[in-house]
């Protein structure tokens, strides 16, 4: 069986990320896999805007910057931290992350670049969950949630909106900074939030939103 890591890119151009070959039941290689790529920076790196990168297995990461607009495709893996290092990962650009997202203790998803001089847009077609000690924070653009938001970790906008047009079920800690606008065009379960706003930030209430509890 062969442990090393490689890709495939089919037909569409997507990237697929392989951290074992594939092998059929007499352990021949199912397909004619080309280079590999070790880490999901390779492979975000190789793949062409409008793409998609798919994990096949759980990826170590340290910092990935996404500088150009791909889908990424978690296909119900987890991104890791390396050992001894938080890993960040960067959104740059326009990203779409095209199926249920888990960000791990230790694992932080920026949305645009520290000192906010670059802007990133973050879509997620379906849901994500921040355990304790992860962390989604907007420096600068916007982050579009249209499955469920289930968070026991933190949500920072300095400067940018969220558009809820899916269901805010649970968070711990949401802190919209006074740049920072919240869109309800779904759901949101006030009584299970945390909601802080800052003066200045804005709260807009979509003509088919539901807020559960009242503010």
């Known amino acids: 069986k062969n442990?090393?890591?490689?890709?495939?890119?089919?037909?569409?151009?997507?990237?697929?990320?392989y951290y074992e070959a594939f092998v059929d039941a007499d352990g021949n290689q199912e397909l004619s896999l080309g280079e590999g790529y070790a880490t999901?920076?390779?492979?975000?790196?190789?793949?062409?805007?409008?793409?998609?990168?798919?994990?096949?297995?759980?990826?170590?990461?340290?910092v990935v910057e996404i500088t150009k607009g791909i889908k990424l495709d978690l296909n119900g893996k987890n991104l890791l931290g390396?050992?001894?290092?938080?890993?960040?990962?960067?959104?740059?650009?326009?990203?779409?992350?095209?199926?249920?997202?888990?960000i791990r203790d230790g694992v932080s998803l920026f949305i645009g670049s520290e000192d906010a001089k670059q802007s990133g847009s973050l879509t997620l077609a379906k849901d994500v969950q921040l355990t304790n000690e992860g962390l989604l924070r907007i420096h600068s653009g916007d982050l579009t949630i249209n499955g469920r938001y289930i968070a026991a970790?933190?949500?920072?906008?300095?400067?940018?909106?969220?558009?809820?047009?899916?269901?805010?079920?649970?968070?711990?800690?949401?802190?919209?900074?006074?740049?920072?606008?919240?869109?309800n065009n779904?759901?949101?379960?006030n009584g299970n939030l945390n909601l802080n706003f800052a003066e200045g930030a804005t709260y807009i209430h979509g003509e088919n939103a539901e807020l559960m509890t009242a503010y």
Request: aromatic share 6%; charged share 15%.
């Open 40 to 62: 999901l920076e390779a492979a975000v790196a190789a793949a062409e805007a409008g793409k998609t990168v798919v994990l096949l297995e759980n990826a170590d990461v340290s």
């Open 186 to 189: 779904g759901t949101i379960d």
């Open 82 to 102: 390396v050992t001894g290092v938080n890993p960040i990962i960067r959104v740059l650009s326009d990203v779409t992350v095209t199926k249920e997202l888990m």
């Open 153 to 183: 970790g933190t949500l920072e906008v300095h400067n940018g909106t969220v558009t809820v047009n899916g269901s805010l079920v649970n968070g711990n800690y949401m802190d919209f900074w006074s740049n920072a606008t919240l869109i």
């Open 3 to 17: 442990n090393a890591a490689a890709k495939y890119v089919n037909a569409e151009g997507d990237v697929y990320v």
